[in-house]
């Protein structure tokens, strides 16, 4: 079994250029594009050097721009050909990062204090509900080597098999009633806890719960969400209940528009494969393109933005994503 660990770098400044569509820009879109984008970035940046000797996971990188390491860039190496994958991507342990990061960009430009840190985790539909302790873990890790810092002051959970949609905003309620599964979620709610506990996370959130479920899930956490996410996107306006029951147990109501499923796993092979836009990381036996070959299960993104407080932008801004691959041979 191999982990993945895809980035994205800073997407904000000195990081990779995504094409801005008309209307809201969905987050799935935003991470694919951004992933897209790094992966051909660290291959061109890397790809001088394939053929003369291969990259080790302690080499430096070269063209540093300050987004992990990598320059901007589409294209692939000068003869067309992709590097190889031990060139630009790098292995820890069990794990597998694509592309390879070069930590000493991380950081932020200013003191940690100066900042408002806003994390959203995706929990995605197939994976193990019983593994999201380590899936938190992975993610924030990550998160704090990337931006420097020990503290988060929001992380939000989104939970797979939620949504608000509807014709209008009371069926969207309605519906939202009998998603996802509260038992799973108020589960992976004591890993959040914890942190919040121990003073690692200063706010948990959550994002899609409507009416009925904010209500029961209010009553099985002993800390309850300060944010509720909603994605009003099909629909009028929130629901008068939900804005009511907001009010009266003091949960913040903030308008989003993320996707839950925000990394399908056929989105996810295509990103890694040998196709037109893929990375050239899996296999594809059909064309005879080598690769790595197995059963793939993307698992958890985590979304991360440092807001400088006092003069109003955002710094920093990325992605990390983690997928199992099972080995077949």
């Known amino acids: 079994m191999t982990k993945l660990i895809l980035s994205t770098g800073n997407i904000v400044s000195g990081g990779p250029s995504i094409i801005r569509k008309p209307g809201a820009y969905r987050s799935n879109l935003e991470l694919t594009n951004s992933l897209r984008s790094n992966f051909l970035a660290a291959q061109q940046d890397y790809s001088p050097y394939e053929e003369s000797s291969p990259i080790d996971d302690d080499d430096e990188p070269v063209n540093g721009n300050g987004s992990n390491g990598h320059s901007n860039g589409f294209s692939h190496n000068s003869n067309g050909r992709r590097p190889r994958i031990d060139v630009w991507t790098a292995r820890e342990d069990d794990a597998l ?34 593994d999201r302790a380590q899936y938190v873990q992975d993610a924030l890790s990550l998160v704090r080597k990337e931006l420097g810092v020990t503290t988060i002051d929001l992380l939000i959970a989104s939970f797979p098999g939620m949504s608000f ?10 519906r939202n009633a009998s998603q996802g599964n509260i038992d799973e979620e108020a589960a992976t709610w004591t890993v959040l806890e914890d942190l919040y506990k121990r003073g690692e996370v200063k706010a948990l959130g959550i994002s899609e719960f409507g009416t009925e479920k904010l209500a029961k899930f209010i009553k099985k956490v002993s800390v309850r969400p300060a944010v509720d996410q909603i994605n009003i996107k099909d629909c009028c306006s929130v629901p008068p209940t939900l804005v009511k029951l907001a009010k009266t147990e003091g949960v913040e109501l903030l308008v989003h528009t993320d996707c839950t499923d925000i990394l399908p796993r056929g989105t996810l092979r295509e990103l890694l494969g040998h196709g037109l836009q893929g990375a050239g990381v899996l296999a594809d036996p059909a064309e005879d393109q080598e690769g790595l070959e ?24 990325g992605y990390f994503a983690g997928a199992e691959l099972v080995e077949t041979f």
């Open 97 to 130: 990062f694509v592309p390879r990061i070069d930590w000493s960009y991380s950081g932020l430009q200013e003191e940690p204090d100066n900042y408002d840190v806003t994390v959203k985790l995706f929990f995605l539909p197939n994976a193990a509900p019983q």
């Open 294 to 317: 197995g059963d793939l299960t993307p698992e958890w993104v985590v979304k991360y933005t440092a807001f400088v407080k006092d003069r109003g932008v955002i710094e920093n801004k």
């Open 165 to 174: 949609e509807g014709d209008c905003e009371w069926e969207a309620d309605k």
